[in-house]
């Protein structure tokens, strides 16, 4: 759903890929990358960000890269996933990314241990260069990536290390830390991440909104409660903050507001974090139980002053008194439930319009599409101009559904233009070659939604990074047989094992995107695919 100008916006601000255009200024994370940036440019060797998931590592990591994008003396390379399966596979991608090609295929470790010390000193030493090795998702760095990583750190001058190392991590990674002291001794900078507090994370949202709006000073879409309850419910966690905005901003256009407060903001967090409704129904349960022990006592005290007793004579003026409290006492507790109790704000979602949908089942009567005579399957899927926020590494992804060293190195190949894969020129047009993948027969037995399909790779991809969120994930297949040729199709990001279930969630698509959806099961005989089908089940 483009819901830009409806909203006065350029662009979206919640969007879920680290795009370092909205990274967020806040105190914790500028001290980071300050602290970083001096220890790359005194060459210290090795630093280590920990952090929780969704803190804001892979942004930084971003970020990083882009402050050192205009400095020639300095060269990046980023890995994305670190989960080599062997000491070779690491050495061959270091070596691939250092542009020596020629030993990659190499299957001597000393032998490419030696050409990357050799291209180290030649950078490092003849041309005057950092070099800087970056690595997101270091817990899952194999043991013996360790070592060779700690190897990497003796190359060096009587001043300096010939290779800076970067590593960001999830919490895991210290205890791997603790059982490999030799390594952890190298570690010149080690930072922990922390989230956001209320005042940064408020400052987060309205930074992303005003470097989202049309004008200098952005929209305000929340009141200072709905920032209250947006912090409260994701903790400072801006990866959470930003799936939640995102949320709350489809709320109001659906229902057709214009600012969200405390109970929109409130209902959406239930929806977004489930944990949240529990924990509310378990603390309401409390309430209730703590309610009905004050009612009983209540009634008790009540019974207790009002119940006659043979052997007290009752006085008629100090009975009044005693009952005209208690009585008075009794409406005021009354009146305290709804503060002690207070409205659920988790209604249910307004209904949409009706969609008009349609479902393809496994008929007779062949493909929807006209058949279409192509005797051979296609070598290049297709090519896609980069944008100024677009990644290689979110390219592959985005085009084969996962990304790995392999499908890079085959990318690579493909475009013999790209210099660093981490930093390509906008307007640059990169070619996706067509690599079949293995796709098991119980694999095809599943439902999908279909979402809608394109005819080009490059409008498949586009509408994946222009529709696709944290709510509502989404999926490239792209697939050939010589009867429909070479489609690209959209799939919702979950399979069903049943049509009963992929039709329930095909009425729950936006209204914007269930004209062109369908339950899909049937793929056409023989065909191929050049994307993973490993769809997590429903």
């Not at 509310?280 to 309430?287: C, G, I, L, P, Q």
């Not at 008929?363 to 944008?387: D, E, H, Y």
């Not at 509502?472 to 009963?500: A, D, H, T, V």
Request: hydrophobic share 40%; glycine share 6%.
């Amino acid at each position: 759903m483009d819901y830009f100008k409806i909203l006065n916006l350029s662009r979206e601000p919640f969007s879920n890929s680290p795009d370092p255009d909205f990274f967020s200024h806040s105190r914790e994370h500028i001290g980071c990358l300050q602290k970083i940036e001096l220890s790359l440019r005194l060459r210290r060797g090795l630093s280590v960000v920990i952090g929780n998931v969704g803190v804001g590592k892979t942004t930084l990591c971003r970020q990083l890269i882009r402050e050192f994008a205009n400095d020639e003396g300095v060269d990046t390379h980023l890995i994305l996933d670190p989960y080599f399966s062997s000491p070779i596979e690491l050495l061959s991608a270091v070596a691939t990314m250092f542009g020596e090609h020629r030993y990659a295929s190499s299957t001597s470790e000393w032998e490419l241990k030696e050409c990357i010390k050799k291209n180290l000193f030649r950078r490092g030493v003849d041309e005057k260069k950092t070099v800087v090795l970056i690595i997101d998702e270091g817990q899952k760095l194999p043991d013996f990536c360790l070592e060779i990583l700690r190897e990497f750190l003796n190359y060096e001058t009587n001043e300096y290390k010939l290779l800076q190392i970067v590593i960001f991590a999830q919490k895991e990674f210290e205890a791997y830390l603790r059982t490999h002291q030799n390594f952890a001794d190298r570690i010149n900078l080690y930072h922990q991440l922390l989230p956001l507090n209320f005042k940064e994370t408020r400052s987060m949202i309205q930074f992303r909104l005003k470097k989202a709006g049309r004008t200098n000073r952005g929209p305000s879409f929340f009141t200072y409660p709905a920032f209250w309850v947006i912090y409260r419910a994701t903790g400072g966690y801006p990866r959470k903050i930003v799936n939640l905005c995102h949320r709350i901003i489809l709320t109001l256009i659906i229902e057709n507001r214009s600012k969200a407060g405390w109970l929109e903001a409130r209902s959406c967090a239930g929806k977004v974090f489930p944990e949240l409704g529990k924990r509310r129904r378990r603390n309401r349960m409390v309430a209730v139980t703590c309610l009905l022990v004050v009612a009983i006592f209540s009634v008790l005290e009540f019974r207790r002053v009002n119940i006659p007793r043979p052997w007290e004579k009752r006085k008629g003026p100090l009975s009044h008194i005693i009952r005209g409290q208690i009585r008075g006492r009794t409406p005021a507790t009354k009146r305290a439930l709804p503060l002690l109790m207070p409205r659920d704000a988790k209604h249910p979602p307004v209904p949409l319009e009706k969609a008009k949908t349609s479902i393809v089942t496994p008929s007779k009567n062949g493909p929807r599409q006209a058949p279409v005579q192509q005797k051979a399957a296609p070598k290049i899927l297709g090519r896609i101009a980069v944008n100024e926020h677009d990644w290689l590494a979110d390219m592959i992804r985005k085009v084969y559904g996962v990304y790995t060293h392999e499908y890079q190195r085959l990318v690579i190949e493909a475009n013999p233009q790209i210099g660093n894969p981490n930093l390509l020129s906008p307007g640059q047009v990169i070619a996706f070659p067509a690599v079949p993948v293995k796709v098991s027969p119980s694999s095809l037995r599943y439902w999908w939604v279909e979402i809608t399909r394109k005819k080009g790779l490059e409008e498949a991809y586009l509408f994946i990074r222009d529709h696709s969120s944290g709510a509502l994930s989404m999926r490239i297949i792209p697939c050939w047989n010589n009867r429909q040729g070479l489609r690209f199709i959209i799939l919702y990001g979950k399979r069903f094992s049943n049509k009963e279930l992929a039709q329930e969630r095909l009425k729950m698509l936006p209204s914007g995107l269930a004209p062109e959806a369908r339950v899909l099961s049937d793929w056409g005989e023989k065909t191929i695919f050049f994307a993973r089908l490993q769809i997590s089940p429903q």
